[in-house]
């Protein structure tokens, strides 16, 4: 049942895979010590590497980023300064989980793209709701802005402070709260780590509903907070439909228990489609309920070379039916044309291997230096065009301009590189890039939201009525403004 392509294309294969092997190294950085050490990308692990971070490495020191109050024209907003006394009461919450070791803090402080950096003085690191309850009600209280952190893996800015704001942590709240293995609801603290996740329900022949690049860092709350979209989009959907429940507490230290939701419930407003994608803003997910899809027993992944590299993979039940299902596309793909050149995989670690392919594309490009990141969606059939514009719009000044993606769902990343952060790169992509999105009625954030960096281009994709009733739902669910301030929203005059 193999396709005509498998003999030339495993040759072709071994080639792509060596040469990423050889240009992407392994590296740490420090961070939440639960996470294993990355493994080799072609040897026998069943762990993803722990993404790293452009810059840093084990044996020489990053150059240091420039801090966002510097880099950025945002002014502080008049919140408390975190004092002595505020630090001791922190310590009564949470004892021996107030952070204020400043190499301890400065992972905490800087992106993973390593683009913007705070200066806070202070992480937390809750375990239960109850403990973000008690900070939270605090905080609010003192009027001190706080920063929900995750895995802190955002491409957008999010996840770190702009200023001084105290960052809480879900990196402890990793706790499975339950598994039902015939509906495959899963129920856990917001805390866990995704790829984690995954294998607690594959174990029990389940999977995630969504997989991504940063798997073995980010964390189910960010997921929820960023709504990520990922790479089993197309298949399984968003997490507007996934997500069953959530627990959230908001600015004042509520606690909003939402989390034990039946598949069907219309019993009034869906509150828990608020928080799904708000980026810290509304609330601190502190647990998610969500459902799981059944393990498929067969996968096929197909990675094929056509004028572009393509990247399927399908899931099914029945090995034999899905393999002839994908032979007869192969064939008419290669008859046609189409298709040059390429592979398939099912065997588990060549599956692995393939995706990685695809799943470090975003790493390999931040050795370059500076990274311009877009996410856009737009019409399939324009996907690439933007990336051919900017070619020759920026001539030299880039190092690479790149567009990969998710082309099922219409959603281009793309990157544009240069040795250092220039501002007349910058000045050459916007707004030039929103514009040209806007003109094709795409949306200028597709899956990674708009977090600090984005916030001043959503009316390139919502127009002033929505942004009138998003600054209002923020208003009455954070009065105070202290959840994750000079994010997602512009700033108002
Ligand atoms: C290599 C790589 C590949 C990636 N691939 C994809 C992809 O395919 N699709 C995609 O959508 N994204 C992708 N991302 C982006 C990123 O991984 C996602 O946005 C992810 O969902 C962030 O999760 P996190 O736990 O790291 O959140 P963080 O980065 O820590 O935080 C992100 C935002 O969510 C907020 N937040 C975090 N936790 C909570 C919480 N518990 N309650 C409230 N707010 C919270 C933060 O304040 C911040 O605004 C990728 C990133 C990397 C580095």
């Known amino acids: ?87 001791e009461a922190f310590e009564r919450v949470v004892p021996g989980r107030v ?101 607690h329900v594959e174990e029990r022949g389940f999977i995630m509903p969504l997989d991504l690049g940063a798997k073995g860092s980010c964390h189910i709350g960010g997921n929820v907070a960023t709504n990520a979209g990922g790479l089993r989009f197309l298949r399984y959907g968003s997490l ?6 959530l627990e959230v507490v908001l600015a004042d230290g509520t606690v909003l228990n939402c989390l034990s939701a039946p598949r069907k419930d219309n019993t009034g407003y869906d509150l828990k489609q608020l928080f799904i994608g708000s980026e810290g803003t509304l609330g601190v997910i502190t647990a998610v309920s969500i459902l799981c899809p059944p393990k498929p027993r067969a996968v096929n992944v197909a990675f094929l070379e056509s004028p572009f590299y393509v990247l399927i993979e399908t899931s099914g039940s029945r090995a034999g039916h899905d393999a ?36 470090r594309i975003s790493e390999a490009l931040s050795r370059d230096g500076y990274v311009y990141k877009y996410d856009l969606s737009l019409p399939t059939e324009r996907l690439y065009d933007l990336v051919t514009d900017l070619r020759v719009r920026l001539g030299p000044q880039a190092k ?54 984005k916030r001043g281009v959503i009316s390139y994709s919502k127009p002033p009525e929505a942004l009138r009733l998003m600054r209002q739902l923020k208003a009455l669910l954070d009065p105070k403004g202290i959840l994750n301030p000079y994010k997602t929203l512009p700033a108002q005059a």
């Not at 049942?1 to 294309?9: I, N, R």
């Not at 507007?240 to 429940?245: N, R």
């Open 240 to 245: 507007h439909g996934t997500v069953l429940g």
């Open 99 to 199: 952070i204020t070791d400043p190499e301890v803090l400065e992972a905490s402080n800087v992106d993973w793209l390593r683009t913007v950096r705070g200066s806070s003085a202070v992480l937390l690191r809750p375990r239960t709701s109850e403990e973000v309850a008690h900070i939270l009600r605090y905080c609010h209280e003192r009027n001190l802005a706080v920063n929900p952190q995750g895995g802190n893996t955002g491409m957008v800015g999010g996840s770190v402070p702009v200023f001084d704001e105290i960052i809480l942590s879900t990196a402890l709240m990793n706790q499975v709260i339950s598994f039902h293995d015939l509906s495959g609801t899963l129920v856990c603290q917001a805390g866990c780590v995704l790829e984690e996740l995954s294998r």
């Open 1 to 87: 049942m193999a396709p005509h392509l498998v003999q030339p294309g495993w040759r072709f294969w071994r080639q792509a895979a060596c040469t990423l092997g050889a240009s992407v190294q392994h590296r740490t950085w420090a961070g939440t010590p639960r996470i294993p050490r990355p493994g080799s990308l072609w040897g026998a692990t069943t762990t993803s590497p722990r993404i790293c971070r452009s810059g840093s490495s084990t044996s020489a020191r990053a150059p240091e980023v420039t801090l966002t109050r510097e880099r950025y024209p945002v002014r502080r907003l008049p919140f408390s300064v975190v004092s002595r006394e505020d630090l």
């Open 400 to 453: 690479h301009v790149v567009g990969y993606g998710h082309l099922g769902d219409g959603n281009l990343h793309l990157n544009v590189t240069s040795e250092a952060f220039s501002p007349s790169v910058l000045d050459a992509l916007e707004p030039y890039v929103y514009e040209w999105t806007a003109g094709q009625r795409g949306s200028v954030s597709a899956e990674h939201g708009l977090g600090f960096r």
């Open 324 to 359: 002839e299902k994908l032979n007869d596309f192969l064939e008419q793909v290669l008859r046609s044309g189409l298709v040059t050149d390429g592979t398939v995989a099912t065997d588990h670690m060549k599956v692995k291997a393939l995706w990685a392919l695809r799943e």
